[in-house]
């Protein structure tokens, strides 16, 4: 069955903002006197969220006094970089421009909080056609809860079942088959290749454009 419409992760997905979200924690470290750690390290961590890294790495629990002190320096020093380093990952742009062309409805389902997803959303001219950014404090659950997924189905005026959920994590999976959704991970995100096949996602995408033949019936055969 053709699709009639897609959802996507932000970061790791849609774009590239390891280095900016990377700089901005190692920045909190330094204020703290730690010793700053390796992109390598931080790329695959931050696509899960800055709570972890803070609890984990400063052994603080989410809603304490220390944790919101830790959250609030480093939103201070995120905001200040927050797009300095940030592309759209390759092929993004003409994959969306392809489901603008054809009115195929898309939108984005983040859980990156909004006072960090709306204005770097604002700041890419390819993300104007967007029906929607739900953000991680958009509703009252955030994914791996498929509500989110359900509400921005709304926006795009399609079932879950005739939505594709898109995304670099296992939580984006995880949301995306709870909401009855089909599900593509993406390898060129901030995940181990090796761990993609483990989420039992519809299909594994290596180059955006590879979700075209899923949403265009077709793009199949103009190319072949």
């Known amino acids: 069955m053709t699709l009639k419409g897609m959802l996507f992760d932000l970061d790791g997905t849609l774009i590239d903002s390891g280095l900016d979200l990377a ?22 961590l931050v696509a899960y969220g800055i709570v972890p890294l803070i609890c984990n790495h400063f052994n603080v629990e989410p ?27 390759d ?13 195929i409805p898309w939108g984005i389902v983040t859980n990156k909080p909004k006072r960090f997803a709306l204005p770097i959303v604002e700041a890419f001219p390819t993300f104007a056609q967007s029906r929607c950014v739900i953000a991680g404090d958009t ?6 809860h498929p509500f989110p997924l359900q509400h921005a189905c709304e926006h795009l005026r399609t079932a879950p079942n005739q939505t594709g959920m898109v995304g670099d994590t296992e939580i984006d999976i995880q949301a995306g088959q709870r909401a009855g959704c089909d599900t593509f991970a993406v390898t060129y995100g901030y995940q181990h290749p ?26 199949t055969h103009e190319q072949s």
């Open 63 to 89: 809603g304490t006094e220390s944790f919101k002190r830790y959250r609030d320096a480093f939103t201070r020093l995120y905001t200040q970089h927050l797009t300095e380093h940030t592309i759209v990952f």
């Open 194 to 219: 090796d761990r993609i096949p483990t989420w039992n996602a519809t299909a594994i995408i290596n180059h955006p454009e590879e979700l075209l033949p899923f949403l265009i019936e077709e793009h």
């Open 23 to 44: 700089n901005a924690y190692n920045l909190l470290r330094e204020e703290n006197d730690l010793e700053a750690l390796p992109l390598s390290t931080l790329k695959p």
């Open 91 to 103: 092929g993004v742009t003409e994959m969306l421009n392809t489901l603008d062309d054809k009115d």
């Open 139 to 144: 509703l009252s659950h955030a994914k791996p």
